[in-house]
Nanobody, 124 residues
């Protein structure tokens, strides 16, 4: 069992930055691939970024965030980060991290463990 806790959300102006953290307990996160997803009101949960399970593993990004967001992991701290730069109002959503015991995947249904989410609001 893996417990995930997100933090770092908040209110930021257009063009600003935030860094989200996904801290894990219960299992060593380095054994899992971790994805970030987001869900805006009235919309389905969508893929944002993912990082594979091994140290220095491959990363994947949604086209809408490429060049602006960076996912990384610190296996010593058992934490995955999402650095978000050049934020836009359309990035406003609840952001969730999720883990799975396999390679990364863009479908949220492929992930086994989820955090409770953290709100990101970008004002125009």
């Amino acid at each position: 069992q893996v417990q995930l806790v997100e933090s770092g959300g908040g209110l930021v102006q257009t063009g600003g930055s935030l860094r989200l953290s996904c801290a894990a307990s219960g299992r060593i996160l380095s054994s899992y691939s971790v994805g970030w997803f987001r869900q805006a009101p009235g919309k389905e949960r969508e893929f944002v970024a993912a990082i594979s399970w091994y140290s220095g593993g491959s990363t994947n990004y949604a086209d809408s965030v490429k060049g602006r967001f960076t996912i990384s992991r610190d296996n010593i701290k058992n934490t995955v980060y999402l650095q978000m730069n050049s934020l836009k109002p359309e990035d406003t959503a609840v952001y969730y991290c999720a883990a799975r015991k396999s390679r990364t995947a863009p479908d949220p249904q492929d992930y086994d463990y989820w955090g409770q989410g953290t709100q990101v609001t970008v004002s125009s």
